[in-house]
T-cell receptor, first 109, second 112 residues
Framework: RKEVEQDPGPFNVPEGATVAFNCTYSNSASQSFFWYRQDCRKEPKLLMSVYSSGNEDGRFTAQLNRASQYISLLIRDSKLSDSATYLCVVKDNFNKFYFGSGTKLNVKP | EAGVVQSPRYKIIEKKQPVAFWCNPISGHNTLYWYRQNLGQGPELLIRYENEEAVDDSQLPKDRFSAERLKGVDSTLKIQPAELGDSAVYLC??????????FGPGTRLTVL
């Protein structure tokens, strides 16, 4: 079983739509959680950290559900420029990072 | 603040040849990581350094891969000899105290 699992997608949505991704993790003792964004043939870039209380950054909202061992990312009012692959990242209790395989988002005009 | 620098950006070699990648982390970042990313997959950790100490190299194929981080700053990753299956993007990242990571542009390796 993979440490971090994501739906690969693609999620095809029109501009202005709201879209949500989930990511599950297997180690209940995991400590830290992040969402990264990766454009085609580019490096991953930190989108946001995910805190226990949830956090919001503009159109992006991240939530953590420790009981069910998943994190989510909600994107409101999707823009064409949001098209990318979104990587879920988990740091376990041994300080090791695990990346999901990513969820591909296509925002269409 | 300058980002993580990697070189070369692209490398094409024949199998059984050696290859080396170089990384310069963000100034002040004591943790340095080397990842390998295959198409359609997330990055997979090869080795993590805390300053000059390799604290996690459990996923590094030690028969052909080696890495060093002299003086706790720059790092090099070497493959000798390269195999066809080593074709991938090799990413270097750095962070303060093993927290949020910042990635370099990567080296795209093609082994023929």
């Amino acid at each position: 079983r993979k440490e971090v699992e994501q739906d690969p997608g693609p999620f095809n949505v029109p501009e202005g739509a709201t879209v949500a991704f989930n990511c599950t993790y297997s180690n209940s003792a995991s400590q830290s959680f992040f969402w990264y964004r990766q454009d085609c043939r580019k490096e991953p870039k930190l989108l946001m950290s995910v805190y226990s209380s949830g956090n919001e950054d503009g159109r992006f909202t991240a939530q953590l559900n420790r009981a069910s061992q998943y994190i989510s990312l909600l994107i409101r009012d999707s823009k064409l420029s949001d098209s990318a692959t979104y990587l879920c990242v988990v740091k376990d209790n041994f300080n090791k990072f695990y990346f999901g395989s990513g969820t591909k988002l296509n925002v269409k005009p | 603040e300058a980002g993580v620098v990697q070189s070369p950006r692209y490398k094409i070699i024949e199998k059984k040849q050696p290859v080396a990648f170089w990384c310069n982390p963000i100034s002040g970042h004591n943790t340095l990581y080397w990842y390998r990313q295959n198409l359609g997959q997330g990055p997979e950790l090869l080795i993590r350094y805390e300053n000059e100490e390799a604290v996690d190299d459990s996923q590094l194929p030690k028969d052909r891969f080696s890495a060093e981080r002299l003086k706790g700053v720059d790092s090099t990753l070497k493959i000798q000899p390269a195999e066809l299956g080593d074709s991938a993007v090799y990413l270097c990242a750095s962070s303060r105290q093993n927290n949020e990571q910042f990635f370099g542009p990567g080296t795209r390796l093609t082994v023929l």
